[in-house]
């Protein structure tokens, strides 16, 4: 693993058709889980605030596939619900939370920042912006004294890296040979703020190497190029137990949440080269290369996933909300 | 000059800046953007990304150097895009800013203001009041209007102030409220409750958004012959005891009313007050009507459950008139 602050090229591995294909529709089921989500907040079944992962499936997906979720644990931040949908949780109950239903995943109360699911080994979502990186040094820590070579994937975004916990964090996590991983979604932006406006560093792995882990900058829009990272670094990491900071490449396709117009402090112009080097068409193209599929295979599959979805928009509408006697219910145990 | 509740922070902003050049503002996505709520807008254009400061999403160190801006003689406004991320700087406010004068003699003119309060689904971490941890504080001023007249001239006299201030403003009123607003020198003194309405009967004692709650609970319940006073308390510390005193004598019974939760809440200082300095006065318990002591839940059918609404107001109310 080399500590560098240029773009690492990492082979694609050789995943099988089946594998590949599944990893397509799972990238294509969080696209389209966050445009019927945003449908359903401009019609008002959803309230409050909603924050759209379209764009950095990649990064979630590869990451996630690689896990083994039988030992290892997520700490999450805010922008959730790919990662909820990466980990298997059904898209019914992920919708349900989103509603305020009382089928939710955090039984509506959380909301769309606080998703958590002890089975996945999902631990949360988090409006607190690196709250949760902080979190991460203690489940890391007990991961490594129960000695099965389990691993924390930490996620957060590139404004996380401006907070105190997170460089509190990642000195401890050295100090104590912690095994985890710490995966900085970079999209560019902490909201509206451009990264070369919030950062002192634009190269965000060299904001973490001065803690002594190993660190590694990939691209975040292949799938091929985030899973092979993945299978390789959670190796060494469970090997060696060491922490590693990774800075995936990305974009944030909306505004940051449903009610920011991006234009105001970005540009079409600097949007395309991004929408060109799509996730989902990076993907696709391979496949269809690879004559796994065709074109109209993909579509079909589109319109595959967007259908399951919106039967899972209609049974989450299904579940009730809660009860008015529920609001006292787990403040303690 | 007609102005909702958040033009009117703007337009504070902008005057006070204009007037003193030592003001600064100081937050996350304040310039360009204009603020997660837009309280900013426009106002990097006039003032120039020195006086305008988007800054990195660290709230600790920020309220540090806003403290420190000030121990050198600037007055920095700390924007905070909802103030629950204000625990993440708890010990900068309680600690250096809240006893700087105590300790050395030191003042540190900072405001540090944003939106508060529930009602608008925010869940559980955009949603709270936090004001009771800094009312707990001595050393600091917490200040929360109701009104968009008062928005201004408060915060006009929170920059002008030689203490920290925390300013809390009230997101569910930010574009709801809308009201004439006086242009340029009009000041709102800190410390001073203000009678939003008279009446004989009983008063509530509130403050931020459940002054226009009780508004309304007090119109419908004059039609049945209840006349509510209505106090708006506009600052929670230090707290105007003769306005308050000075309400009660006048309709012997209160309520108070507010927001945030129950246990620990403003209501129970209010009580013990009262209890100190007017228990001769009353002719009724002093009842309260909080949010329920639970986080802010985000189900919106739950929240309603857990904010005080107008008809539990209603039905307090004319259970204390019983007395
Ligand atoms: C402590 C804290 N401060 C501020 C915010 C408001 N806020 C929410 S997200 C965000 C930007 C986060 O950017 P980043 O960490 O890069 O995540 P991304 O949005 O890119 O996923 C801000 C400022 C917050 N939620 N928590």
């Known amino acids: ?333 | 000059m007609q102005l909702t509740y958040v033009e009117a922070i703007r337009l504070a902003l902008e005057e006070e800046m204009r007037r003193d050049p030592a003001v600064f503002l100081l937050g996350e996505d304040i310039g360009v953007y204009g603020g997660a709520f837009k309280a900013t807008a426009g106002l990097v254009d006039a003032f120039g990304p020195v006086r305008v400061m988007d800054a990195p999403l660290a709230e600790s160190a920020l309220v540090g150097a806003a403290i420190g801006a000030a121990y050198t003689g600037m007055r920095p406004v700390v924007e905070f895009q909802f103030m629950d991320f204000i625990a993440c700087a708890f010990n900068q406010v309680v600690n250096f800013a809240a006893k700087s004068h105590y300790r050395w003699g030191a003042p540190v003119p900072i405001v540090l203001r944003g939106p508060a309060g529930g009602g608008v689904h925010g869940g559980p971490f955009h949603s709270q009041n936090p004001e009771m941890h800094f009312v707990h504080t001595p050393g600091l001023k917490v200040v929360e209007p109701a009104t968009a007249v008062d928005a201004k001239g408060l915060l006009k006299s929170a920059i002008r102030d030689n203490n920290p201030v925390i300013f809390l403003e009230h997101k569910f009123l930010y574009r709801r409220v809308k009201e004439d607003v006086p242009e340029g020198e009009h000041l709102e003194p800190l410390g001073k409750a203000r009678v939003a309405r008279p009446g004989r009967d009983l008063s509530v004692i509130t403050y931020g958004a459940m002054v226009p709650l009780a508004l309304e609970a007090a119109d419908r319940l004059a039609g049945e012959g209840l006349e509510l006073e209505v106090l708006d308390l506009r600052t929670l510390l230090p707290l105007d005891l003769e306005g308050i005193l000075a309400s009660a004598r006048r309709t012997s019974k209160v309520l108070v009313l507010h927001e945030d939760t129950r246990t620990g809440g403003l209501a129970g200082e209010i009580t013990a007050l009262l209890q100190e300095h007017a228990y001769d006065d009353l002719d009724g318990p002093i009842l309260r009507l909080t949010a329920a002591d639970t986080p802010v839940p985000f189900s919106p059918p739950l929240e309603e459950a857990f904010l005080p609404s107008a008809a539990r107001l209603a039905e307090s109310v004319k259970q204390l008139a019983r007395y």
Request: charged share 25%; aromatic share 8%; proline share 3%.
């Open chain 1, 1 to 333: 693993m080399s500590t560098s602050s240029e773009p690492v090229i990492s082979d694609r591995v050789a995943e099988s058709p089946e594998k590949l294909r599944t990893l397509l529709r799972r990238m294509m089921t969080i696209r389209e889980f966050e445009h019927l989500g945003e449908r359903e907040f401009r019609n008002g079944l959803i309230r409050g605030y909603y924050h759209s992962y379209a764009g950095q499936e990649a990064v979630g997906v590869g990451f996630i596939e690689a896990m083994d979720l039988t030992r290892d644990y997520i700490v999450d931040h805010y922008r959730d619900h790919g990662h909820c949908l990466a980990v298997g949780l059904d898209a019914v109950n992920i919708y349900a939370e989103l509603f305020g239903r009382r089928a939710g995943v955090s039984k509506g109360k959380g909301g769309s920042m606080h998703m958590y699911n002890q089975e996945k080994h999902f631990l949360g979502g988090d409006g607190i912006v690196g709250g949760g990186i902080s979190v991460a040094t203690g489940v890391g820590l007990a991961l490594k004294r129960m000695g099965k070579g389990g691993l924390c994937v930490c996620f957060f975004g590139d404004g996380a890296l401006d907070t105190g916990t997170f460089h509190e964090s990642l000195n401890m996590a050295s100090l104590w040979d912690v095994p985890i991983v710490y995966i900085c979604i970079n999209n560019q932006f902490s909201m509206g703020t451009r990264l070369d406006r919030h950062s002192s560093l634009t190269q965000l792995v060299d904001r973490a190497a001065g803690y002594g882990m190993a660190t590694e900058q990939i691209d975040g829009q292949d799938i091929g190029v985030t899973l092979a990272a993945a299978e390789r670094i959670f190796a060494g990491v469970r090997e060696r137990q060491r922490p590693v900071f990774i800075e995936a490449l990305t974009y944030r396709y909306q505004g940051h949440g449903i009610h920011d117009k991006p234009h105001n402090y970005r540009t079409p112009e600097e949007e395309d080269p991004w929408i060109h080097r799509d996730p989902l068409l990076i993907l696709g193209q391979r496949l269809i290369e690879e004559k796994i599929m065709t074109g109209e295979q993909i579509e079909a599959m589109r319109q595959e996933v967007a259908a399951e979805l919106e039967a899972k928009v209609e049974a989450a509408k299904q579940s009730p909300a809660p009860e008015d006697r529920e609001l006292y219910e787990d403040v303690t145990l």
